[in-house]
């Protein structure tokens, strides 16, 4: 069974190709040196850029795989959730490419992709040499969504915290902008956080009703206060010119005392999880922020019966796309009518 998956959700254009769930290629092209002269992301700039990036990409994967359309048996797209525009080019590429080549089509969801980014283990140097076992739970820590979901076999998925406000990648971008650290942000916190002193600076962890969610809006204007307070400024300065009075060893240290407490609050709620669901087997991670280091360290010592995806497959990719397609089909759930392929902006799994 060859399955060719498309991403187009957000800032990366990607294809790949999966035989019996095996990834023969893996093509990625990020937007992100386009974006890191505004800072974040730009809708319209990112849907242009997918329109000029698409079919090469799409043509890379195939010759990279050997293959051809003749053998190629399911298409498979990400439909919801992401940017409308950026979202439109892949879809319709899809769609097209369906009816062109009359190959049966599925439309993923974004966050299930992430999700089974932890079964391309085969693929990944430091992949996971097991499958996660059900009943798990994953954690889904991207750039839009903050959310633990509960699995209790493949394609059944129950959310059972989410985040309430902002989701804990917009916020490591959010905080790394204020310090004056690239984008995009996580990275670059996480750089600097490891020349810094984790216990300088504490910071809230918020309460929520549901002690499952998580709120990280909370979190950043801590920080913006306390970055206030350290250059001596008053809450009407204006924030792009905070950097300026920072020295590098504030920043480092702003940038680890927030990455510590991030984390901390993101493992204290998997914990909590664990403890209300004694069954599960497995904890996996999934989405960009699951590539951090200091985090893959500390919930490994944590002693949960961790997975993380392949730092390659963190961020955002086809392979995943291809993956959770691949559990679709062996699920038995039908191809999706490419002239009714829907789209949807950033919303939940279920
Ligand atoms: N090493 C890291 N540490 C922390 N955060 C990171 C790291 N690497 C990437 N990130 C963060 O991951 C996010 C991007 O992840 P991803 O591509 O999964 O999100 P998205 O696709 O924009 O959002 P979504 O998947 O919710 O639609 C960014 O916020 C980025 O800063
Ligand atoms: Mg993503």
């Avoid at 505004?38 to 050997?66: M, W």
């Avoid at 993923?108 to 992709?113: A, F, R, T």
């Avoid at 504490?202 to 990280?216: A, E, G, R, V, Y």
Wanted: aromatic share 8%; charged share 20%; with cysteine.
């Amino acid at each position: 069974m060859i399955i060719l998956g498309i991403e187009s959700s957000c800032d990366e254009t990607a294809c790949a190709i999966l035989k019996d769930g095996e990834l023969l290629s893996n093509v990625v092209v990020s937007q992100i040196d386009i974006f890191k002269s505004y800072g974040g992301v730009i809708p319209e700039v990112a849907a242009r850029s997918h329109l000029e990036a698409i079919l090469p990409v799409i043509d890379k994967a195939i010759s990279d795989a050997k293959v051809n359309w003749d053998i190629i048996d399911y298409i498979a797209v990400t439909n919801t959730p992401g940017l409308l525009g950026s979202l439109l080019i892949g879809t319709l590429t899809a769609r097209t490419l369906a009816i062109l080549h009359n190959k049966p089509l599925y439309a993923i969801h974004h966050l299930k992709s992430h999700i089974y980014s932890n079964w391309l283990s085969a693929s990944g140097e430091t992949g996971p040499s097991q499958r996660p076992q059900f009943p798990l739970l994953s954690l889904v820590i991207s750039g839009g969504h903050t959310q633990i979901i509960k699995m209790t076999h493949h394609n059944h998925f129950e959310i059972i915290g989410t985040t309430l406000d902002d989701a804990v990648g917009e916020c490591f971008d959010k905080i790394a902008k204020i310090l004056g650290l690239p984008y995009p942000g996580g990275p670059s916190i996480a750089a600097a956080a490891e020349k810094g002193n984790p216990k300088k600076y504490h910071f809230p962890h918020p309460k929520t009703k549901n002690p499952l969610d998580f709120s990280f809006s909370g979190l950043k204007t801590a920080v913006l206060r306390q970055v206030q307070k350290e250059c001596g400024v008053g809450l009407d300065f204006p924030s792009h010119e905070l950097k300026n009075l920072l020295t590098p060893e504030q920043i480092n240290d702003f940038a680890a005392s927030f990455q510590k407490t991030a984390i901390d609050i993101l493992l204290e709620k998997l914990r909590l999880a664990k403890k209300l669901n004694p069954d599960t087997k497995s904890i996996v991670f999934a989405g960009g922020v699951s590539a951090n280091q200091e985090l893959r360290k500390m919930a490994t010592a944590s002693e949960l019966p961790v997975f993380f995806p392949n730092p390659k497959f963190s961020g955002d990719n086809a392979a995943m796309v291809a993956m959770a397609c691949f559990y679709e089909i062996k699920s038995g759930i039908k191809p999706t009518d490419p002239y009714k392929l829907t789209l949807a902006p950033r919303s939940d799994l279920c």
